[in-house]
């Protein structure tokens, strides 16, 4: 469970990365609008974080070294998955929503998505068996490199995902009256969650 959080985490982490900047590249593309958006909805996920983290009153025991850094090292599977993701969200905008792009991959597209996943899915169980499966300091000193090339992977993935945002970017065109509406949905969001983490953590604490 413990090795799925700290995937999860290294998800979160370069999802969030992703977004500010997307933030950046949408207000210097000249839309401070739709970066306004993009970071109100980065403070929805943001917020009820830090108030999960400071309602978190439990501390935590003293961790052995070792498995802290396989943890932290099994992470950053989850941050090439998260390039991956990105890259595959933001290529199939740029394929199948503008029509303005194509897949270069000689599998074509989507069937190209299958060529990334033959790489990231064997890797990610390779990972968990070397951190996890065989306790010896080789494993560890061996899931090191396996990881580094899962990040140069994912930094590919990262850079041409950024490519395909730049048509978003140039293409992405919201009537008024809907951008007023997703305006006011996402404020509405950010008010409702944290004050619904509250009451449920305020329910816990009675019962």
């Not at 830090?50 to 978190?56: D, E, P, R």
């Not at 503008?98 to 190209?112: D, H």
Request: glycine share 8%; net charge positive.
């Amino acid at each position: 469970m413990r090795s799925l959080k700290s995937l999860a985490q290294g998800f979160l982490v370069a999802t969030g990365l992703i977004w500010i900047f997307n933030i950046a590249v949408l207000i210097k593309g000249g839309d401070a609008w739709l970066g306004l958006l993009y970071f109100l909805i980065l403070v929805i996920p943001a917020s009820s974080l830090t108030y999960l983290k400071l309602k978190k009153t439990n501390p935590q025991a003293a961790r052995d070294t070792s498995a802290k850094w396989r943890y932290l090292l099994f992470s950053f599977q989850g941050v090439a998955l998260a390039f991956w993701m990105f890259d595959i969200a933001t290529t199939l905008y740029a394929i199948n929503v503008t029509g303005l792009a194509t897949e270069l991959n000689p599998l074509g597209w989507p069937v190209g998505i299958l060529g990334a996943f033959a790489f990231y899915g064997p890797t990610l169980i390779c990972s968990y068996v070397l951190l996890f499966k065989i306790k010896e300091s080789i494993s560890f000193f061996s899931a090191i490199p396996l990881t580094l090339v899962t990040l140069g992977m994912g930094t590919m993935n990262l850079v041409a995902g950024a490519q395909n945002f730049q048509v978003f970017v140039d293409t992405a065109a919201i009537a008024t009256g809907i951008r007023y509406g997703l305006l006011a949905l996402v404020v509405s969001v950010n008010l409702a969650v944290p004050l619904a983490l509250k009451r449920m953590a305020t329910q816990r604490k009675i019962f």
